[in-house]
């Protein structure tokens, strides 16, 4: 079964650090650029970072909101996308989405989501 699974989401306070995970089944990620997106309650789903497939380089992309304390990566043995995030803030509460792109490069066309984990940041 093709699918993507999310995991390592939580409660944790702010200042806090959390690390995402994003499993591959069916196939291989390391071809395909990934992203991570996040939806907060009544806001809509937005772009958190993405990382180009390991040939072209892994070049990395961050929204403004989290560059500097979040970390994109991606381990192609393992066949999984992590998202380290540090410092976190209350405004960082939100559920955690991977996606995979259609090709290789940024493209932001995505064809596969995984299922969403919730991260809650709160003291």
């Known amino acids: 079964q093709v699918q993507l699974v999310e995991s390592g989401g939580g409660l944790v306070q702010p200042g806090g650090s959390l690390r995402l995970s994003c499993t591959a089944s069916?196939?291989?990620?390391?071809?395909?650029?990934m992203s991570w997106y996040r939806q907060a309650p009544g806001k809509e789903r937005e772009l958190v970072a993405s990382?180009?497939?390991?040939?072209?380089?892994?070049?990395?992309y961050y929204a403004d909101s989290v560059k500097g304390r979040f970390t994109i990566s991606r381990d192609n043995a393992k066949n999984t996308l992590y998202l380290q995030m540090n410092s976190l803030k209350s405004e960082d509460t939100a559920v955690y989405y991977c996606a995979k792109d259609s090709g290789q490069y940024l493209r932001y066309e995505y064809d596969r989501w995984g299922q969403g984990t919730q991260v809650t940041v709160s003291s």
């Open positions: 069916g196939f291989s990620l390391s071809p395909y650029a």
């Open positions: 990382i180009s497939s390991t040939d072209t380089g892994g070049s990395t």
